[in-house]
């Protein structure tokens, strides 16, 4: 029992940056922006993150200069994508590609300096050995929960929500009936770029008090999977980034704690993310009605002259 | 066109030498040029940055009889080839490539600069002007192990590793076969993470082993993360690897492994100057200071720290190496006999486990 709950309460902290990150990826997608730079926005936010809490010792400006850092550069994203056009497969890779650089460029000063970790919100029910499960984490964990609930609600029973699906579905019918599909879709990809630099943030603050090159080791491309993975639909998300977390986790668990499950080799743990991915996307292709739930203007520039 | 793109090259270079040449008749050394190839950032606080203090501590002791420069994060690949050939006609004439996969580059690319003097760190294979070095972190893992083996409480220690390579091995072995000189009943899971640096993987795997009962942690990946859970978790104590790690977790690194190239360095860069250098094939450790022993924690008992020196000195002084039998391996069959040694190709190709390493998947 006490070793299940621990597991959960690593689960969780393993999944929060994965799901904040893929949560403004499923926004941007959803207005019909394919955003790659998802790893590089993290890392800036990780290191924007940890550079404020290093200096001001304050968890929450860190937190909001790590948002604020992703959504900088979701702005150069925009601007290259949706002002001039560009690729988006490309300038998404490019921009993971410069956040890789330009962090590692930023914290090349701060990499034997140790910061603390945010505390739990609740201290004293964080040290109660069964009710931490719900109530031993710090912010991020139920920002993440929160969030859930708000874009769901924002795109399912909000009018800016229809609008920004619309022009996900249909840009040149939602230009035609007079939204402005760029402002829409630079709205959308700053929110994504915001949280991205809040799920890069929550590396240095909540999961290992440094900052080191790279640190959020390729769970910014989990996170474009996961929306894949769900569909574009919020609710699957959390379902699938705890799934995603608990799989990680438990390798870890069962290697270290021997038993049947440590006879599993590790290759495979590693892999079985992956695997159960393709699986869920086979599964959605075979249903009968084949809707991937794919926004239909996802990754195409919206260039109404032609 | 009969003129090669090669030759070419050789006769501009020497065309442009001749000034140079000019310079040096009256006498004035022409300053020796090294360059250094590292596999990741130098700000890694760990293998990377050891061998970057390493540079630098040829710089302080040879002053401007020599100039060094470096590559960081150059990928295991044709890269490095490429890396390797710019750093030679850059003109440096001694040439250090320090991660493991660099071997092919170097082996390809020696014969091109047979008057530039190459070495190659952990690797196996030599040539003309390819020399190889490596360190024996082996014995640091074992002044370690004695001091988990008194320390421990539940004798139970978890060891993060990247991949289930020799170098690896060799150190969870070398920890347990310490500890259990110390306690018998002392185990230690290995728990691999398929990567050099993923920090909260690390520091997950540190969770994972510590819910299910170790109280020390050990690692052999590049980051201090696993220690700063130690310290968050409250557990007896850690190491740091590659450098002293204290700066994350002054209360629990128990002591640190620390690699110190500079000797060696110094030693290369000095043969190169005096025109002695000959492809070397060094394994050195604590005696010749190329591993050290960093400070000892207040925490750790005076008996425990005396224990701890007399297994470091004995390993200087040649009294002690953690490998001599009987050794049986973790199914209980003996592998070394009473009184044997194993021997460097032994150790170098070591895949198997000693008795204390419960098996990792």
């Given at each position: 029992?006490?070793?299940?709950?621990?597991?959960?309460?690593?689960?969780?902290?393993?999944?929060?940056?994965?799901?904040?990150a893929?949560l403004?990826?499923?926004?941007?997608e959803?207005s019909?922006?394919?955003?790659?730079?998802?790893?590089?926005?993290?890392l800036?936010?990780?290191?924007?993150?940890?550079?404020?809490?290093?200096?001001?010792?304050?968890?929450?400006?860190?937190?909001?200069?790590?948002?604020?850092?992703?959504?900088?550069?979701?702005?150069?994203?925009?601007?290259?994508?949706?002002?001039?056009?560009?690729?988006?497969?490309?300038?998404?890779?490019?921009?993971?590609?410069?956040?890789?650089?330009f962090?590692?460029?930023?914290?090349?000063?701060?990499?034997?300096?140790?910061?603390?970790?945010?505390?739990?919100?609740?201290?004293?029910?964080?040290?109660?050995?069964?009710?931490?499960?719900?109530?031993?984490?710090?912010?991020?964990?139920?920002?993440?929960?929160?969030?859930?609930?708000a874009?769901?609600?924002?795109?399912?029973?909000?009018?800016?929500g229809?609008?920004?699906?619309?022009?996900?579905?249909?840009?040149?019918?939602?230009?035609?009936?007079?939204?402005s599909?760029?402002?829409?879709?630079?709205?959308?990809?700053?929110?994504?770029?915001?949280?991205?630099?809040?799920?890069?943030?929550?590396?240095?603050?909540?999961?290992?008090?440094q900052?080191?090159?790279g640190?959020?080791?390729?769970?910014?491309?989990?996170?474009?999977?996961?929306?894949?993975?769900?569909?574009?639909?919020?609710?699957?998300?959390?379902?699938?980034?705890?799934?995603?977390?608990?799989?990680?986790?438990?390798?870890?668990?069962?290697?270290?704690?021997?038993?049947?499950?440590?006879a599993?080799?590790?290759?495979?743990?590693?892999?079985l993310?992956y695997?159960?991915?393709?699986?869920?996307?086979?599964l959605?292709?075979?249903?009968?009605?084949?809707?991937?739930?794919?926004?239909?203007?996802l990754?195409?520039?919206?260039?109404p002259?032609n | 066109?009969?003129?090669?793109?090669?030759?070419?090259?050789?006769?501009?270079?020497?065309?442009?030498?001749?000034?140079?040449?000019?310079?040096?008749?009256?006498?004035?050394?022409?300053?020796?040029?090294?360059?250094?190839?590292?596999?990741?950032?130098i700000?890694?606080?760990?293998?990377?940055?050891?061998?970057?203090?390493?540079?630098?501590?040829?710089?302080e002791?040879?002053?401007?009889?020599?100039?060094?420069?470096?590559?960081?994060?150059?990928?295991?690949?044709?890269?490095?080839?490429?890396?390797?050939?710019?750093?030679?006609?850059?003109?440096?004439?001694?040439?250090?490539?320090?991660?493991?996969?660099?071997?092919?580059?170097?082996i390809?690319?020696?014969?091109?600069?047979?008057?530039?003097?190459?070495?190659?760190?952990?690797?196996?294979?030599?040539?003309?002007?390819?020399?190889?070095?490596?360190?024996?972190?082996y014995e640091?893992r074992?002044?370690?192990?004695?001091?988990?083996?008194?320390?421990?409480?539940t004798a139970?220690?978890?060891?993060?590793?990247?991949?289930?390579?020799?170098e690896?091995?060799?150190?969870?072995n070398?920890?347990?076969?310490?500890?259990?000189?110390?306690?018998?009943?002392?185990t230690?899971?290995?728990?691999?993470?398929?990567?050099?640096?993923?920090p909260?993987?690390?520091?997950?795997?540190?969770?994972?082993?510590?819910?299910?009962?170790?109280?020390?942690?050990a690692?052999?990946?590049d980051?201090?993360?696993?220690?700063?859970?130690?310290?968050?978790?409250?557990?007896?104590?850690?190491?740091?690897?590659?450098?002293?790690?204290?700066?994350?977790?002054?209360e629990?690194?128990?002591?640190?492994?620390?690699d110190?190239?500079?000797?060696?360095?110094?030693?290369?860069?000095?043969?190169v100057?005096?025109?002695?250098?000959?492809?070397?094939?060094?394994?050195?450790?604590?005696?010749?200071?190329?591993?050290?022993?960093?400070?000892?924690?207040?925490?750790?008992?005076?008996?425990?720290?005396?224990?701890?020196?007399?297994?470091r000195?004995?390993?200087?002084?040649?009294?002690?190496?953690?490998f001599?039998?009987p050794?049986?391996?973790?199914?209980?069959?003996?592998?070394?006999?009473?009184?044997?040694?194993?021997?460097?190709?032994?150790?170098?190709?070591?895949?198997?486990?000693?008795?204390?390493?419960?098996?990792?998947?």
């Open positions: 029992m006490d070793l299940t709950i621990a597991i959960l309460v690593t689960v969780v902290g393993a999944s929060t940056p994965i799901l904040i893929a403004g990826e499923l926004v941007v959803r019909g922006v394919l955003n790659l730079g998802v790893e590089g926005m993290m800036l936010g990780a290191i924007a993150g940890f550079v404020v809490q290093f200096h001001t010792g304050n968890h929450f400006l860190a937190l909001i200069c790590g948002a604020a850092a992703g959504m900088a550069a979701s702005l150069i994203f925009g601007f290259l994508t949706l002002s001039l056009s560009a690729n988006q497969t490309a300038t998404g890779l490019a921009l993971t590609i410069f956040g890789t650089g962090s590692a460029l930023a914290g090349a000063s701060y990499s034997a300096r140790p910061v603390t970790l945010m505390s739990p919100i609740f201290p004293d029910l964080a040290a109660h050995p069964v009710l931490r499960v719900l109530f031993g984490y710090s912010f991020p964990a139920y920002f993440a929960i929160f969030m859930v609930f874009i769901w609600f924002f795109l399912k029973k909000t009018r800016a229809l609008i920004l699906r619309a022009v996900g579905e249909n840009d040149l019918s939602a230009h035609s009936i007079g939204y599909v760029i402002k829409v879709r630079y709205l959308a990809v700053m929110f994504g770029g915001a949280m991205a630099g809040i799920a890069g943030a929550c590396f240095p603050l909540t999961l290992t008090p900052w080191a090159e640190m959020t080791a390729g769970r910014g491309w989990i996170a474009v999977a996961l929306v894949v993975f769900a569909s574009w639909r919020p609710f699957r998300l959390l379902g699938g980034a705890y799934l995603f977390g608990l799989v990680m986790t438990m390798e870890l668990y069962a290697k270290a704690g021997g038993g049947p499950l440590s599993i080799p590790s290759e495979l743990w590693a892999a993310p695997i159960a991915t393709i699986v869920v996307l086979v959605i292709s075979l249903r009968r009605d084949a809707s991937t739930n794919a926004p239909a203007c990754g195409k520039p919206f260039m002259s | 066109m009969t003129l090669s793109r090669r030759g070419f090259i050789k006769v501009g270079g020497a065309a442009m030498t001749l000034p140079l040449l000019g310079g040096t008749a009256f006498g004035q050394a022409e300053k020796l040029k090294i360059g250094f190839i590292y596999v990741g950032s700000n890694d606080n760990g293998y990377n940055y050891a061998h970057n203090q390493g540079r630098l501590y040829v710089e002791n040879l002053g401007d009889a020599v100039e060094t420069m470096f590559v960081e994060n150059v990928p295991e690949g044709p890269d490095c080839e490429r890396v390797v050939r710019e750093l030679a006609q850059q003109g440096c004439k001694l040439i250090f490539a320090t991660s493991f996969g660099f071997g092919d580059s170097v390809k690319v020696a014969p091109e600069f047979p008057d530039v003097a190459f070495e190659h760190a952990t690797g196996y294979m030599k040539a003309d002007n390819v020399g190889l070095y490596n360190a024996r972190f640091g074992a002044v370690c192990g004695v001091i988990a083996g008194h320390m421990s409480k139970k220690a978890g060891y993060i590793g990247s991949f289930p390579i020799p690896v091995v060799m150190g969870i070398s920890f347990v076969l310490a500890a259990r000189q110390v306690n018998p009943e002392f230690i899971t290995p728990v691999y993470i398929s990567t050099w640096n993923d909260a993987k690390e520091a997950d795997a540190a969770r994972a082993m510590i819910d299910q009962g170790i109280d020390i942690v690692q052999h990946t980051g201090p993360a696993a220690l700063q859970v130690a310290a968050e978790r409250g557990i007896v104590g850690g190491f740091g690897q590659g450098a002293d790690m204290s700066a994350f977790a002054p629990t690194q128990l002591t640190a492994i620390i110190h190239w500079g000797p060696h360095y110094l030693a290369s860069a000095e043969a100057l005096e025109g002695t250098w000959v492809p070397g094939d060094t394994w050195e450790g604590l005696k010749e200071d190329v591993v050290q022993i960093g400070p000892y924690n207040a925490k750790v008992p005076a008996d425990v720290v005396t224990a701890a020196e007399a297994m000195t004995g390993q200087i002084d040649g009294s002690v190496h953690i001599t039998g050794i049986n391996d973790h199914t209980g069959t003996e592998r070394v006999a009473a009184g044997v040694t194993m021997t460097d190709a032994e150790l170098l190709s070591m895949d198997w486990y000693v008795e204390g390493v419960e098996q990792p998947a």
